[in-house]
């Protein structure tokens, strides 16, 4: 059964910093691309970052520069740096394993994603 764990969100004012982890259990983590959406209320869930198994990182253009996405395999944990955060940053943020192995890019298509996490509530106060 895989299962995925997120933390580390909160309230933080504009131009502060959170860090998001994501613990993942049932899946040999490291054969994984990893991905990191966000929902805000009344809109579409988007893509935020994703790193593939070989470690490169994929961003959507509107954090590009202020997030970083990484991995620590040994711990099976997925992390999501956000500095210079923004009101329009505030959403719940998820994050999730890729239904294929040794995908080489990570992609942006939430279809390509099969677990989910419970989701971690981020709120950027301006």
């Known amino acids: 059964q895989v299962q995925l764990v997120e933390s580390g969100g909160g309230l933080v004012q504009a131009g502060g910093s959170l860090r998001l982890s994501c613990a993942v259990s049932?899946?040999?983590?490291?054969?994984?691309?990893m991905g990191w959406f966000r929902q805000a209320p009344g809109k579409e869930r988007e893509f935020v970052a994703g790193i593939s198994w070989k470690g490169d990182s994929t961003y959507a253009d509107s954090v590009k520069g202020r997030f970083t996405i990484s991995r620590d395999n040994a711990k099976n944990t997925v992390y999501l740096q956000m500095n210079s955060l923004k009101a329009e940053d505030t959403a719940v943020y998820y994050c999730n394993t890729d239904v294929a192995r040794f995908r080489s890019v990570a992609t942006m298509d939430a279809r390509n994603y099969d677990y989910w996490g419970q989701g971690t509530q981020v709120t950027v106060s301006s």
């Open positions: 049932g899946r040999t983590f490291s054969w994984y691309t």
